[in-house]
C-alpha cells in the first residue's frame, strides 16, 4: 500500500510568485485535503476535494486553488505569494468525506522571501 | 478564536509510567474527535479518534476519553515508551451541513518520555 506522498519536499519562492505544490493519495482514497501548519501552530484547513470537486473550504483566500484529477492525485496553486504563505503545506487523503481518518503526507515547506 | 485548545506546549513524562495529554473545545458542533501524532519532518500519523456519542475509547496502550458537559477530552498512554515521544495533535470536526469543515486542530503538545 502506498502511501501519501508530496512534492517538492522544500522550495523557496519570491514575494508575488505563484507556486504549485504536488500530492499522490494514498491508493484505493477519493478525497484530498490540504492543510497549512505555520510555525508553532497546528495545521490549518485550507480545502477538501471530493470527485474532483471542492466540497469543503477553511477561511483562506481564493488565491489558493486547487485541483483533484480522475486518479486522485491533487495540486494546491498559490497565486501572489506573500511573506505570511511561508509554512508547511500538508495533503492528507481519506476515504469517504466525512469522519475518516486523514492520512497525511511529510508536507512541502514554503518560504517566501 | 482557537476552537481548540491544547494549553500545555510540552509534557515530560518517566518511561514505564502514564501519561495524560489534555485538549479543550469551545464550538459545541464539534462530533467527532481525533488524536495525531507527529515525529519531527513527518506528516502527523493517526493514533485514535472518539464519536461524541461514547465517553471512551482505548485501542492497545492508547485511550481517549470524552467529556462532553466539559468540552473536554483526554489522551492516556499507558505505559509510556520512548518512541511515543512526539507531538501531539488534538483535532475535532463537525458537521455543519455545508460541505466538508475540515479537522480543526490544537497547537499540540510535545510529549518527551524520559528513560
Known amino acids: 500500500e502506498t502511501g501519501v506522498t508530496q512534492s517538492p519536499t522544500h522550495l523557496i519562492k519570491t514575494r508575488g510568485q505563484q507556486v504549485t505544490l504536488r500530492c499522490s493519495s494514498q491508493?484505493?482514497?477519493?478525497?484530498v485535503s490540504w492543510y497549512q501548519q505555520a510555525l508553532g501552530q497546528g495545521p490549518q484547513f485550507i480545502f477538501q476535494?471530493?470527485?474532483?470537486?471542492?466540497?469543503g473550504r477553511g477561511n483562506f483566500p481564493p488565491r489558493f486553488s486547487g485541483l483533484q484529477f480522475p486518479n486522485y492525485s491533487s495540486e494546491l496553486n498559490v497565486n501572489a505569494l506573500e511573506l505570511d504563505d511561508s509554512a508547511l503545506y500538508l495533503c492528507?487523503?481519506?476515504?469517504?468525506?466525512?469522519?475518516?481518518?486523514?492520512?497525511f503526507g511529510n508536507g512541502t515547506r514554503l518560504t517566501v522571501t | 478564536d482557537q476552537q481548540v485548545k491544547q494549553n500545555s506546549p510540552s509534557l515530560s513524562v518517566q518511561e514505564g509510567r502514564i501519561s495524560i495529554l489534555n485538549c479543550d473545545y469551545t464550538?459545541?458542533?464539534?462530533?467527532?474527535f481525533l488524536w495525531y501524532k507527529k515525529y519531527p519532518a513527518e506528516g502527523p500519523t493517526f493514533l485514535i479518534s472518539?464519536?461524541?456519542?461514547?465517553d471512551k475509547n482505548e485501542d492497545g496502550r492508547f485511550t481517549v476519553f470524552l467529556n462532553k458537559s466539559a468540552k473536554h477530552l483526554s489522551l492516556h498512554i499507558v505505559p509510556s515508551q520512548p518512541g511515543d515521544s512526539a507531538v501531539y495533535f488534538c483535532?475535532?470536526?463537525?458537521?455543519?451541513?455545508?460541505?466538508?469543515?475540515?479537522?480543526?486542530f490544537g497547537k499540540g503538545t510535545h510529549l518527551i518520555i524520559q528513560p
Open positions: 476535494y471530493y470527485r474532483e470537486e471542492e466540497n
Open positions: 472518539i464519536s461524541s456519542i461514547k
Open positions: 492528507a487523503s481519506s476515504l469517504g468525506r466525512y469522519n475518516s481518518p486523514l492520512h
Open positions: 483535532a475535532a470536526v463537525g458537521d455543519s451541513g455545508g460541505g466538508a469543515d475540515g479537522l480543526t
Open positions: 491508493s484505493g482514497h477519493n478525497t
Open positions: 464550538n459545541s458542533m464539534f462530533d467527532y
